[in-house]
């Protein structure tokens, strides 16, 4: 977290974002301006349009109007420009998708290797540095199929870190994994928080929202229903539909 | 046996059978190499390519081979005199064997564009997902992550692919390449009362050829398996 957010350059700009599956309105007027160094956790019910949100942002899903711009640039077209703009923006995965083929430590120098055109010992070194940092270093040449859950998550974390992104995608990282190994996963994310990085988290993890977040963004039937700190959001919340939400999954 | 000792000295089998594997080899390496041409042009998200990739697969999947092999000999070779091979030190057979060569990559590019195809399907899209994240272009994902592992789980439909090339180099027989079933043929005509020692001696020979591929490439599958 930085000391003054709002004065931080914008990183990620969403305009009245407008995006369609059929005749299924999914993003309806999303307006969301993220910071340098801001964390933002985006919550909401199943459907909500929240992994969609997360994956419009480095055009994974393309959108039907509006515009989206990463440090200032609005997304370019599919091409060498966006594939050098997604460089910059690190995504982790529901499901880790690590490349199955390779070991952890060839997933971790791919980016850099292939993208950034570093040397061969820096990344591997470097990527050795990440594999340390988020627990993993001792796994380095297994592949991924060998590694528990939150193992593979937190490769999957290094692996988007290698790249030096300005902005960290989360869609949904702990939703996939048993139980006893969220907090591993969660324990890097606030790791990485703490450090400033840049981050949009689409979550179920209220613990997480409370302990990182600089704001909560509340989505429901493809909208922005209420944006707040972690704080007033779950002890106050203004809107209807976020107190039913809360209530559903608070009360246990 | 003397009857089959002097057939075994009139006609040269090793040679012949060596022909097949040279037909076998290198027209596997073309169909290769064209099929994977082809199943990259079917994924690729320019639609022109995508639709002419579909249109030779299907054509030439449902072309038999022999018409192919005709075209390429007499059409191409004979009425068109396009000639493969600089002449001379190459002779006319070698011209055959070239089309024929051609013929066999020709018609198995779609077979083992087809079995690339199956390959690349039982790669998870996230696994595309994830490459274009990093910022991968489509030639590097497709490079780096996609084929890499559509190739281990396409290794054995290319196994068979293999295996129903080098058994059907045989067609090519008909257009004046001297392989193994050519052989037969004349051995045949002049010692038809070794009908049947000729015919176990090309079984042994193809099996032998074949057997092996299949054990090799059922054994190699398993190993290069991508564990998910």
């Known amino acids: 977290?930085?000391?003054?957010?709002?004065?931080?350059?914008?990183?990620?700009?969403?305009?009245?974002?407008?995006?369609?599956?059929?005749?299924?309105?999914?993003?309806?007027?999303?307006?969301?301006?993220?910071?340098?160094?801001?964390?933002?956790?985006?919550?909401?019910?199943?459907?909500?349009?929240?992994?969609?949100?997360?994956?419009?942002?480095?055009?994974?899903?393309?959108?039907?109007?509006?515009t989206i711009k990463v440090a200032g640039e609005v997304l370019p077209e599919e091409g060498r420009e966006l594939a050098r703009l997604r460089s910059r923006v690190g995504m982790v995965?529901?499901?880790?998708?690590?490349?199955?083929?390779?070991?952890?430590?060839?997933?971790?120098?791919?980016?850099p290797v292939?993208?950034?055109?570093?040397?061969?010992?820096?990344?591997?070194?470097?990527?050795?540095?990440?594999?340390?940092?988020?627990?993993?270093?001792?796994q380095a040449a297994k592949y991924p199929a060998q590694l528990s859950g939150g193992q593979?998550?937190?490769?999957?974390?290094a692996r988007a870190l290698a790249m030096d992104p300005m902005v960290?995608?989360?869609?949904?990282?702990?939703?996939?994994?048993?139980?006893?190994?969220?907090?591993?996963?969660?324990?890097v994310m606030v790791g990485l928080a703490q450090r400033g990085m840049t981050m949009i988290v689409v979550t179920h993890e209220m613990g997480f929202a409370r302990?990182?977040?600089?704001?909560?963004?509340?989505?429901?039937?493809?909208?922005i229903v209420e944006e707040a700190d972690p704080e007033s959001f779950f002890t106050r919340p203004q809107s209807t539909r976020a107190r039913d939400f809360l209530s559903k999954i608070l009360t246990h | 046996m003397e009857r089959l000792m002097q057939m075994l000295s009139d006609y040269n089998v090793l040679a012949a059978f060596w022909t097949t594997i040279q037909l076998?080899?290198?027209?596997?390496?073309?169909?290769?190499?064209?099929?994977?041409?082809?199943?990259?042009?079917?994924?690729?998200?320019?639609?022109?390519?995508?639709?002419?990739?579909?249109?030779?697969?299907?054509?030439?999947?449902?072309?038999?081979?022999?018409?192919?092999?005709?075209?390429?000999?007499?059409?191409?070779?004979?009425?068109?005199?396009?000639?493969?091979?600089?002449?001379?030190?190459?002779?006319?057979?070698d011209q055959h064997f070239a089309m024929g060569v051609v013929a066999i990559a020709v018609y198995h590019s779609s077979l083992v564009a087809e079995a690339l195809r199956s390959g690349i399907n039982t790669v998870p899209l996230g696994q595309a997902e994830a490459a274009r994240a990093l910022g991968l272009g489509f030639g590097q994902s497709l490079r780096e992550v996609i084929l890499p592992q559509a190739f281990r789980g396409a290794i054995a439909p290319l196994g068979s692919t293999l295996i129903a090339l080098c058994k059907n180099t045989t067609v090519v027989a008909t257009i004046s390449v001297t392989e193994a079933a050519a052989l037969m043929k004349s051995m045949i005509e002049f010692y038809s009362d070794l009908i049947v020692p000729?015919?176990?001696?090309?079984?042994?020979?193809?099996?032998?050829?074949?057997l092996p591929l299949g054990m090799f490439f059922t054994w190699w599958s398993k190993r290069a398996a991508v564990l998910r």
């Open chain 1, 1 to 66: 977290m930085t000391d003054s957010p709002a004065a931080a350059q914008p990183v990620v700009e969403m305009e009245h974002v407008d995006k369609f599956f059929g005749d299924l309105h999914v993003l309806n007027d999303i307006n969301l301006t993220v910071r340098a160094g801001e964390v933002v956790v985006v919550i909401g019910p199943s459907g909500s349009g929240k992994s969609t949100l997360c994956r419009t942002i480095n055009r994974l899903e393309g959108i039907n109007s509006g």
């Open chain 1, 93 to 111: 995965f529901q499901s880790f998708n690590l490349f199955a083929h390779k070991t952890v430590l060839e997933n971790v120098t791919l980016g």
């Open chain 1, 114 to 138: 292939k993208v950034k055109k570093s040397g061969t010992e820096d990344a591997k070194k470097r990527g050795m540095e990440l594999l340390e940092r988020v627990g993993v270093a001792n």
């Open chain 1, 152 to 157: 593979q998550q937190r490769v999957a974390i």
């Open chain 1, 168 to 187: 960290m995608l989360f869609d949904e990282p702990t939703s996939a994994l048993d139980p006893e190994m969220v907090n591993e996963v969660l324990d």
């Open chain 1, 211 to 223: 302990k990182a977040a600089d704001r909560v963004v509340f989505m429901s039937d493809g909208q």
């Open chain 2, 24 to 93: 076998t080899v290198y027209g596997a390496i073309g169909a290769l190499v064209l099929g994977t041409i082809v199943a990259v042009m079917r994924v690729s998200p320019v639609a022109v390519f995508s639709r002419a990739a579909a249109l030779w697969t299907n054509v030439i999947l449902y072309t038999p081979l022999t018409l192919i092999a005709f075209f390429f000999a007499f059409g191409v070779l004979i009425k068109m005199n396009i000639r493969l091979l600089p002449e001379p030190p190459a002779t006319l057979l």
């Open chain 2, 198 to 210: 000729i015919f176990v001696i090309m079984v042994t020979g193809f099996v032998i050829l074949t």
